[in-house]
């Protein structure tokens, strides 16, 4: 069997509304078809949407694979 390789680019933006800047980090690799895989309870609470919206702001189409086994979380309402 032949070894492979794989790049895992190591880019971490912290602090408020880092996860806007998710178009431009992608641009500055050269990506242009990102797959966002998740599971249905970040794709049923909007964390998704929120990503494909920042994708779009900078012209970046992403496709969802959201047929993942969740770790187990609930939300908890306060009260």
Do not use: W
């Not at 980090?25 to 794709?43: A, E, K, S, Y």
């Not at 900078?58 to 009260?79: E, K, Q, W």
């Amino acid at each position: 069997m032949a070894a492979a390789s794989i790049a895992l680019p190591r880019i971490m933006r912290v602090g408020g509304g880092a996860s806007q800047e998710i178009g431009a980090v992608l641009q500055g690799l050269g990506l242009q078809r990102p797959l966002i895989v998740t599971d249905n309870f970040l794709l049923n609470h909007g964390q998704v949407d929120r990503f494909k919206t920042a994708l779009e702001s900078s012209g970046i189409t992403a496709a969802v694979f959201s047929d993942t086994v969740s770790y187990g979380f609930r939300l908890i309402r306060p009260g």
